[in-house]
């Protein structure tokens, strides 16, 4: 499909009369509709997994059926995903399938950075606190997930990235985003939509990751200083 | 006081106890030694005081209640608690790691401050210097001090160490250990305190319980007693050869009837608080048979004679014996 759009390549493929004619009622509420499909889906995604990476954490053997689960989701073609949401009852086509599809994809890597991050925390950490006193619940809250925040945020900073270039392909399924722009860039031969879109998509990508990048570090303040 | 009575822990799974009928009590204001080679208990029994670890049959009485009568973390709150891997929050500074029982016991925020500052100061921190700082940035001696100014926080009348020293090079771990000893000096705490090295239990203790593998208690005294007449075969080898030796290194020289000293200038001087294996390894080391006795206030006390040291080590041998 790619191959159609770059076919005419040339001093014409960017039109920036266009873009500056476009700007507002097009190419602005596709990425609008892009950060809220990514925006939400983490936002859900996360919900799901915060407790659920707890509960696996506890509960050990629940663990590896986890992983397969999650992982035989995020292994699903993300177009075929969007397909065959689209067909179950009550669902249809528009941005609900996106995201339940895109929220899908996040649990895997999601509930292993929680997993991971709580595991992270040092045993005699956790015996010390137990030892002085502190309930499970004070445990969790005050000791457990202060430490793991920093890699379960990791765990965001990629599902995050991954999201939000699956998501231009919900616009198949009528999604919305920045996808809507390829998508018809590509059907009517029309290049600057598929780069605007394209690079759109990508900035954003590179922007959500350092973002993240920059929180983790600084949940972990502990971790900067270093003994002189 | 902390009494054990009948405690015994069989691990589920397991058919050997790792503790089995233990039986002994723990003063107020003394520290009990508990050790023992490794897989002896001596861990799973200090971890049963504040129940860590519940006991599959027989009680532990604090001050005469069972350590069952209230609920489990009320009760380690009450009870100071410092393990070897020290296990300081990472994510906190070095003031809110040590006022963590105090905040969790709801205590004022000045008070907090202040006491975070006075403990500081006890283990040799300065406050000003270390209170804001994250534990990574301590040397492993510095944590271990924090570790234990944190299990003294809320002062606690009874403190659990496992090991507290033991994560650190010989020559700080020696000086932790006078300073510990220093402090307790004036706190006196009831401590349980664990390890697996017979010179620092000697050191520590006030008592010393000898546990053997299976967890059972192999002799419980003084460590002067115990070095001076261990009870079985298992004791004298685990508190070594040199046994005689190390019970010489518990008495001062001040505590020896000394005799007068009389023209003795070329004799080797020895102040009076050297512990009587220094001063016989100095006189031997000067090829003398006495030594000057010396101290800082009043000078030349008297001399002390390898003849006097090897008839006190005899004499408790003899004992031993039960001569």
């Not at chain 2, 030694?33 to 001596?42: F, Y």
């Not at chain 2, 009485?61 to 100071?80: K, Y």
């Not at chain 2, 401050?113 to 209170?131: C, I, N, S």
């Not at chain 2, 075969?233 to 001062?252: A, P």
């Amino acid at each position: 499909m790619s191959s159609l759009a770059l076919q005419d390549l040339g001093p014409k493929t960017l039109d920036w009369t266009w873009i500056s004619n476009n700007f507002g009622d097009e190419i602005l509420p596709a990425l609008q509709g892009h950060i809220f499909l990514s925006l939400t889906s983490v936002a859900i995604a996360l919900v799901i997994s915060l407790p659920m990476g707890i509960l696996v954490s506890r509960y050990r053997k629940a663990y590896p059926p986890v992983t397969f689960i999650t992982g035989l989701l995020f292994s699903i073609p993300s177009l075929a995903a969007f397909m065959l949401l689209v067909a179950l009852p009550g669902v249809g086509l528009g941005p609900v399938p996106v995201i339940i599809a895109l929220v899908a994809y996040s649990l895997l890597v999601l509930i292993r950075n929680v997993v991971a991050g709580i595991d992270s925390v040092p045993e005699e950490t956790k015996d010390a606190a137990r030892g002085m006193g502190l309930t499970n619940r004070q445990i969790l809250f005050r000791v457990e997930l202060p430490l793991a925040l920093p890699v379960i945020v990791a765990g965001v900073r990629i599902a995050t990235v991954t999201i939000i270039g699956i998501a231009t392909i919900g616009a198949y399924i009528n999604g919305g985003g920045l996808g809507e722009l390829i998508f018809t860039g590509i059907s009517r031969n029309f290049p600057t939509r598929v780069i605007v879109g394209a690079v759109l998509a990508t900035l954003m990508a590179v922007l959500a990751d350092v973002l993240l990048l920059w929180l983790e570090r600084r949940l972990r303040p502990w971790a900067r200083v270093r003994r002189a | 006081m902390i009494e054990f009575r009948d405690v015994s822990k069989t691990y589920t799974g397991s058919s050997r106890p790792v503790v089995k009928d233990l039986s002994f009590e723990v003063l107020d204001g003394e520290i009990c030694v508990l050790v023992g080679p490794s897989g002896c208990g001596k861990t799973t029994s200090m971890r049963m005081v504040n129940r860590l670890i519940e006991p599959s049959s027989g009680e532990i009485l604090i001050d005469g209640e069972p350590n069952t009568a209230m609920s489990a973390t009320q009760l380690r709150r009450r009870i100071g608690y410092a393990i070897q891997q020290i296990g300081l929050f990472p994510h906190r500074t070095i003031a809110d790691n040590i006022a963590t029982v105090p905040g969790l016991v709801g205590w004022e925020k000045a008070r907090i401050t202040a006491r975070v500052d006075e403990l500081l100061e006890l283990v040799g921190l300065d406050p000003e210097q270390y209170r804001g700082r994250y534990p990574a940035e301590l040397s492993g001696g510095q944590q271990q001090r924090v570790g234990v100014a944190r299990a003294m926080a809320a002062d606690p009348p009874i403190m659990l160490m496992d090991e507290p020293f033991g994560a650190v090079d010989p020559i700080t771990r020696h000086r932790l250990q006078d300073e510990f000893l220093r402090i307790q000096q004036e706190i006196k705490k009831t401590i349980v305190f664990v390890t697996h090295d017979i010179d620092e239990a000697i050191k520590m203790g006030d008592k010393i319980a000898i546990l053997k593998e299976g967890g059972i208690l192999a002799q419980y005294d003084t460590p002067e007693n115990i070095l001076a007449a261990p009870t079985s075969e298992f004791v004298s080898s685990f508190v070594g050869s040199d046994r005689v030796l190390k019970r010489l290194s518990l008495m001062r020289v001040s505590e020896m009837d000394l005799e007068p000293a009389n023209g003795s200038d070329t004799l080797p001087r020895i102040d009076e608080r050297t512990n009587l294996k220094d001063a016989l390894s100095e006189m031997i080391g000067a090829g003398a048979e006495r030594g000057l006795v010396v101290s800082d206030r009043s000078g030349v006390r008297g001399t002390i004679s390898i003849q006097q040291i090897k008839n006190l080590s005899h004499r408790t041998e003899a004992g031993r014996h039960g001569v």
